[in-house]
């Protein structure tokens, strides 16, 4: 998938994620980022929560991989605004919101992607109702540990990580 901002024409054999990120944090080069998208790029479709959603690039990215629906929340305001540009920029369907992942009701979903560090993703998976959850945001030495999810796969990208974790039922 190439993500770029919207001054570079993407290349049309691609599946393109145009992204202009503003004051809002993600452009979507950071290896976290592109490490969340491969790893959602390999799981079954379905709805799909990006619970701290910045800029909403990995948002826009897994509608555009044909996850529908797509919820994106964060609790900075100026990166809802963003989040629902960038969503409107690549017509895509992405249902945007303020919140606090860990304080305010989540919707349910079949997939939850957290890109935020460490101590948040295990706070947030106690909370979360989904089958799956894409987490990064931390190095590849960390790894989240949290009763009832079950590690099933890894990608590591110059020294970060993402995992896929499993609901246990």
Avoid at 64 to 79: M, W
Wanted: with cysteine.
């Amino acid at each position: 998938m190439w993500i770029g901002p919207p001054w570079i024409a993407p290349p049309a054999e691609q599946l393109a994620v145009v992204v202009d990120p503003g004051r809002a944090f993600g452009t979507g080069a950071h290896p976290t980022t592109r490490a969340c998208i491969e790893a959602l790029a390999g799981l079954d479709r379905g709805s799909l929560l990006d619970a701290g959603c910045g800029s909403g690039v990995v948002a826009v990215s897994a509608a555009r991989l044909g996850f529908a629906p797509v919820h994106a929340v964060d609790l900075d305001e100026v990166a809802v605004e963003v989040a629902g540009t960038t969503a409107r920029r690549n017509g895509v369907s992405v249902d945007v919101s303020q919140a606090d992942v860990l304080r305010d009701e989540l919707p349910q979903s079949d997939v939850a992607v957290a890109n935020i560090e460490l101590a948040v993703v295990e706070q947030l998976l106690e909370r979360l109702d989904a089958r799956a959850a894409v987490t990064s945001g931390y190095f590849a030495s960390e790894r989240p540990r949290v009763s009832g999810w079950s590690h099933v796969e890894r990608v590591e990208l110059e020294g970060w990580a993402a995992d896929v974790l499993a609901k246990r039922y």
